[in-house]
């Protein structure tokens, strides 16, 4: 069933508390003949005092087939002539039909009431005949009760057709048209059928429970009663009765279906077919002494019943305070599960805890009818709670995060569920407390099994507690899916908490093998130039001294030239093992406070001497920043290897370097940013820029240590060199250093050197 259908359910439910009630004279005959004590005086007394139903009782017991001779003209005689039972009948029906027809037939209403009464009474005595043949073998049919039962197991179409007309209206319309049962058609139009209203305008009235069930269950399959049903069998007894009727097309009923169930109906009332058979031919009288005794089934009897109507209603306005108590009972507790509805209804499966805080606050703020709200959350574990104010309208003013106590305890067992906000919430009342209402301050405690995870608190006058105690059971309710959805949705955040670090650690491992795969690298090219060095210096130092002195022996000039060449190169290749020796155990770093200004300034002269960077344009720009503490000597060789391969990735004329240092206050470093307009580095090579050996020139490569050196030159002093590159549109490299000290500010200086 849809929102918008249960909202109109209710709202017609709620109209049924409009409708008139009993006759207080009925209610009392009821009493006093419900008592195994009562006295025939106090029966006669009671309907003496209603000239209308003194009238009922005497032309009920002219009818009677009870062997009277003679004239009743007193209701003493009246009463013990007919007996406690078909008086207490007899009195409920005719009060009964005085509360609810009691206004004209409208013109143009396809609901004929005539017809309708004519079915009850039809059904009545048709469940009375059966009664008093099937009482023998089974004593809780009485004869007198089944016709009250029959009389009023259809109210509540009459109480549909009182309070909603023009729906009852195309009720009834289809119903004829489809031919089916009038109650499906009532579930689909209204949203609920003439059975459930007849029980709830039982209940209403406090009429017996036997009749109640017979107006909320007849036309059901005896196996399909509930075990709870007082008298089922009379339950069954209408059902067949009502069946028999429309059977016999006597009224309008608005039921077409047949019975499929008799065989079973009539094994559970205690009947036999033949004895229905005979019922059926005493049927016709019985409807008509019934009706004519009743002054029922004619269209003048609701004129008969209006003033009767409205002083019965005005007498019975003080008795109905107990039952209207209850109905405000039943609308508060409507409204707190409305609000969780409500509240479970507008909640995403997926929202953080601040939106189900503001959802809470919101729902609170409607319950507690006080405005703003506060709520708060706190995860298990935590020493910080989030906190959200919510206004009147629902609308978010203010969300904080506050220090709590490490342990916060939930209240003790028994107590709230509201409290007053004491030193329990010291902590919190600091910041909230000036903008709630009023001078007093109270909270609820959203709590699990074992510990307290949130709260609401709002301010209200000095008896805030007492105000809501009687609503203690259905706020406790509603705490409760309060407390589920904030915990859920704690959960979901820690779990997405521990999804994020677990990225991060998975990332960092990432990182680490990458580094102990590096490592293990640098410590195979120390062994390995480590063992080059040994085992190949002194043969490299023979080649060396033997070449030189065979150039000075010989003459020949070819002879001499290839004997130097052979000392060069064997000089080369001791400067390759000590390279690598500086690669794999490079010196200890000695970390002082250095100017990053003179440490570009030598940096950018001594390329000079490296290459010839004629044509191409550097641009040095530099911010406030701090003198970096780092190794100088290794720093500027590094910075000496990125500008060098700057220099020779640009064209000569169009080549342009960017230098520019700045200050990260965040991450107390210093950043050197060399930017170029060379050729740039595909992925592959970008990938592997930092490793040793490799290089991506072919012809005349140098050894490939160049950025690897550099890197191992600034990790050893805190630092670390990143790249980024596209090939055909340049590369940037940026050197982070440690800075000496942090800077306050940064005022950025520009300078300008060709080269």
Request: net charge negative.
């Amino acid at each position: 069933m849809s929102d918008i259908k249960e909202k109109r359910v209710e709202l017609i439910l709620q109209q049924l508390q409009q409708l008139p009630t009993l006759p207080s004279v009925a209610v009392k005959v009821m009493e006093v003949t419900g008592r195994d004590d009562s006295t025939a005086a106090e029966v006669v007394q009671l309907i003496s005092a209603d000239q209308s139903l003194t009238a009922k009782i005497l032309q009920l017991v002219h009818r009677a087939s009870a062997g009277v001779r003679g004239e009743v003209t007193s209701v003493d005689r009246a009463v013990v002539l007919l007996g406690f039972e078909a008086v207490r009948s007899a009195v409920l029906a005719v009060s009964v039909f005085q509360s609810l027809d009691n206004e004209k037939e409208r013109p143009h209403s396809r609901f004929n009431r005539e017809e309708f009464w004519k079915h009850c009474i039809a059904v009545a005595s048709c469940a009375e005949l059966i009664a008093e043949t099937a009482r023998t073998r089974r004593e809780e049919l009485v004869p007198s009760e089944a016709f009250v039962c029959g009389l009023l197991h259809d109210l509540g179409k009459v109480a549909l057709d009182v309070m909603l007309p023009k729906s009852f209206d195309r009720v009834v319309e289809a119903a004829d048209l489809l031919r089916g049962n009038i109650a499906d058609v009532e579930r689909s139009v209204i949203g609920l059928d003439h059975m459930v209203i007849g029980k709830r305008l039982a209940e209403k009235w406090c009429l017996p429970a036997t009749i109640r069930d017979c107006m909320w269950l007849h036309g059901q399959n005896p196996d399909a009663l509930p075990a709870t049903v007082k008298n089922a069998r009379m339950v069954n007894l209408i059902t067949l009765a009502d069946a028999i009727v429309r059977e016999q097309h006597l009224g309008y009923s608005g039921n077409y279906t047949p019975l499929y169930h008799k065989d079973a109906l009539i094994n559970a009332v205690g009947t036999t077919e033949q004895a229905l058979r005979d019922m059926q031919q005493k049927l016709i009288s019985k409807i008509e002494q019934r009706a004519t005794a009743l002054g029922l089934g004619k269209s003048s009897s609701s004129e008969l019943y209006i003033s009767a109507l409205n002083q019965a209603n005005q007498e019975l306005g003080r008795m109905s305070e107990q039952l209207a108590a209850k109905n405000r009972r039943l609308a508060l507790r409507a409204k707190f599960f409305d609000a969780l509805a409500q509240f479970q209804g507008e909640l995403r499966p997926d929202a953080p805890p601040a939106m189900v805080m503001s959802a809470i606050g919101q729902t609170a703020a409607a319950v507690l009818q006080s405005a703003p709200v506060a709520v708060f959350s706190i995860q298990p574990g935590q020493v910080f709670a989030e906190v959200v104010l919510i206004d009147g309208s629902g609308e978010v003013v203010a969300t904080s995060v506050m220090d709590c106590p490490p342990k916060f305890a939930k209240p003790l067992e028994g107590e709230g569920p509201v409290l007053n906000a004491a030193d329990d919430l010291e902590w919190i009342m600091a910041g909230i407390s000036p903008r709630l209402a009023a001078d007093h301050r109270f909270w609820i405690c959203l709590e699990t099994e074992t510990s307290c995870i949130g709260g609401v608190v709002w301010g209200a006058k000095s008896g805030e507690s007492q105000r809501l105690s009687p609503q203690a059971a259905e706020l406790s309710a509603l705490c409760t899916g309060w407390s589920l959805a904030l915990r859920t949705a704690q959960i979901r955040e820690e779990s997405r908490t521990l999804a994020e670090q677990l990225a991060e650690a998975n990332r960092q491992l990432h990182n680490a093998q990458n580094e102990l795969l590096r490592s293990r690298t640098l410590v195979t090219v120390g062994e390995m130039a480590a063992g080059a060095a040994h085992e190949m210096n002194n043969p490299l130092a023979v080649i060396s001294g033997r070449s030189q002195l065979l150039a000075t022996q010989l003459k020949e000039p070819k002879l001499r030239h290839a004997a130097n060449t052979i000392a060069e190169q064997s000089h080369r290749l001791s400067q390759i093992i000590t390279d690598l020796m500086e690669f794999a155990k490079p010196v200890p770093p000695n970390i002082q406070q250095v100017d990053l200004a003179e440490l570009l300034e030598k940096t950018i002269y001594e390329v000079k001497g490296l290459t010839e960077p004629a044509g191409r344009k550097i641009e040095v720009t530099m911010g406030e920043v701090p003198p970096v503490k780092v190794d100088g000597q290794q720093v500027q060789a590094a910075l000496l290897e990125v500008l060098h391969n700057a220099v020779q990735a640009t064209d000569e004329g169009t080549g342009e370097i960017i230098i520019h240092a700045a200050y990260d206050s965040f991450s107390s470093r210093v950043v050197v940013s060399m930017s170029d307009n060379g050729c740039g580095m595909d992925d592959q090579t970008l990938k592997r820029a930092f490793d040793p050996f490799f290089s991506s020139l072919k012809a005349g490569r140098r050894r490939g240590l160049g950025l690897a050196k550099a890197l191992r030159w600034v990790e050893s002093s805190g630092g670390s060199i990143r790249l980024e590159s596209h090939q055909g549109q340049g590369t940037r490299a940026m050197i982070l250093l440690p800075a000496a000290w942090p800077v306050a500010g940064e005022t950025v200086v520009e300078e300008k050197k060709e080269a």
